[in-house]
């Protein structure tokens, strides 16, 4: 279901959260549909947080991941919209992330949305079997221990992508709520995982 859908299909719902949770939740779901996506290279990004002024709890610099206020500045400070962050550092990114030819960077992505940071990631996928090998060498991985995956690259495979949604977040952001363990329907949590 599209966020469009939410606000057409289960507008009583809407309401509902609007009334109760947080007031913005339908108004802050129509911007975001019509919202022009921002779209930065990592590197850039580094570079707009490293100069905007603001001492971070986090510091950041090239070849660091991202945090949470990190990518919240962008989204919500910087480019006031949800912003795709793409191009990684290699050596914070998993070795199936394809490598670009800068030698340097990886095929990757996150979506931000204002409000809560990160919802979406993603990557195209390495299928180049040698290049595959030699990033796993770099990380220290036992190539025999991935056999069955350098298999699918060996044996036929096209260039692909794949992403992951952080659903909860997504929930979260659309009704409003602040905590996503408020959202998440079996939390786990520390001394708290009863089966």
């Known amino acids: 279901m599209s966020s469009k859908a939410v606000l057409e299909e289960r507008a009583d719902d809407m309401k509902f959260f609007a009334e109760r949770v947080d007031k913005d939740a339908v108004s802050r779901l129509e911007r975001f549909i019509e919202a022009d996506f921002a779209q930065v290279d990592y590197t850039d990004a580094v570079t707009i947080l490293e100069n ?3 001492k971070f709890e986090n510091p950041v610099y090239w070849g660091v991941d991202l945090s949470s206020e990190h990518e919240r500045y962008l989204a919500e400070e910087h480019f006031k919209a949800p912003v795709v962050v793409k191009n990684y550092p290699k050596d914070i990114k998993a070795f199936y992330m394809r490598l670009n030819e800068d030698g340097k ?5 996150d979506v931000l949305a204002p409000g809560i940071g990160e919802i979406i990631g993603g990557s195209q996928r390495e299928e180049r079997l040698d290049v ?8 220290g991985l036992n190539k025999e221990d991935y056999w069955w995956y350098r298999d699918l690259r060996r044996y036929g495979t096209v260039p692909h992508s794949g992403f992951g949604l952080g659903f909860e977040r997504l929930i979260a952001y659309v ?3 602040q905590n996503v363990r408020d959202v ?9 995982a009863s089966f």
């Open 175 to 177: 009704t409003g709520v």
């Open 52 to 54: 905007c002024g603001r």
């Open 105 to 109: 960077t990886v095929a990757a992505m």
């Open 132 to 139: 595959l090998d030699e990033r796993m060498l770099e990380m």
């Open 184 to 192: 998440i329907p079996f939390p786990r949590t520390p001394r708290n």
